[in-house]
């Protein structure tokens, strides 16, 4: 055999380990790029009452470096009234992850309070004005209303514990004594807002302090406290929108990660019930558990 068709050998051979080589590191960077690149939205505690919308939101703005000045709520309700609401406000552009508050006008009570909202769908899209990009992240009605009248974490709590840069351009939080939550049903009116201010629920909040507040929500009189009990197994299915909701409610048991969300090793198991509520609350009802026996 000629010396050429040795070295011809040779760097056929060279050319091919090269190529799987360059395959297997763009399927790595691929892969992480999937696991740490996806942006991630968190509904956080509105402080203030009324028409404000708090959120959180997480994207890699090194690889997509724009200005975020914009976030929207679209309802759509095709079995319900209204059956399409929209409300979208700008607010001061941000330039890194960041969490804030916003004032998204009537609209927003008009969209929580939409007949049939349990067949609805709501979208939240996160955009940059000047640059025309936008996230949209959907989610079922009901678990909208959920995580916004269950929310934990506060704008202020959520970027420190992010360790977020201050929303300088945030105002003041008001102190209010009872945070606002859902109604199901007022007869001849739908779903409401039940907070002190609506004359539907006067009678509810009379006397009433903060301190009989418990968990952020206002308990119904007289009604029984549930009893815990003890979880044989919980897992992940797989549709995980990583809006952050069961980690905020049970992080000891929830981990989010980038595109999905994990059951920590060696989680505790004896809190059915805030395994029950971060399973409520997750927006596409992944989250599955077992009780004990």
Not at 111 to 130: P, R
Request: proline share 6%; glycine share 8%.
């Amino acid at each position: 055999m000629s010396t050429s068709l040795i070295a011809m050998g040779v760097a056929i051979f060279l050319v091919i380990n090269l190529v799987i080589g360059l395959a297997a590191l763009s399927l790595i960077f691929g892969t992480f790029e999937s696991l740490f690149g996806k942006p991630k939205l968190t509904i956080l505690r509105a402080t203030q009452s009324g028409n404000f919308f708090a959120f959180g939101f997480k994207w890699n703005s090194s690889k997509e470096p724009v200005k975020i000045d914009k976030v929207g709520l679209r309802l759509f309700n095709p079995f319900g009234n209204p059956t399409q609401v929209e409300v979208s406000k700008s607010f001061d552009a941000k330039t890194s992850s960041f969490a804030t508050e916003v004032d998204m006008g009537p609209g927003f009570i008009e969209l929580l309070g939409a007949q049939n909202f349990d067949f609805a769908v709501v979208q939240v899209v996160v955009q940059s004005s000047k640059e025309g990009i936008a996230w949209q992240f959907d989610m079922k009605g009901p678990k909208f209303r959920k995580l916004v009248s269950g929310a934990n974490l506060s704008v202020d709590q959520f970027t420190k514990e992010k360790a977020l840069a201050a929303d300088k351009g945030s105002k003041p939080p008001i102190d209010i004594p009872i945070r606002s939550f859902i109604a199901d049903t007022v007869p001849g009116k739908g779903s409401q807002l039940a907070i002190p201010t609506n004359p539907a629920f006067a009678a509810q909040f009379a006397g009433t302090a903060a301190s009989a507040v418990s968990g952020g929500a206002v308990a119904a009189p007289g009604a029984p406290a549930a009893e815990n009990f003890k979880i044989a197994k919980v897992w992940i299915e797989p549709g995980c929108i990583v809006c952050n909701a069961c980690e905020d409610i049970y992080k000891d048991v929830f981990e989010v990660l980038a595109d999905t969300c994990i059951i920590r090793p060696n989680a505790p198991l004896d809190d059915g019930l805030r395994v029950q509520e971060a399973a409520e609350a997750c927006p596409v009802e992944v989250i599955k558990f077992t009780k004990a026996s």
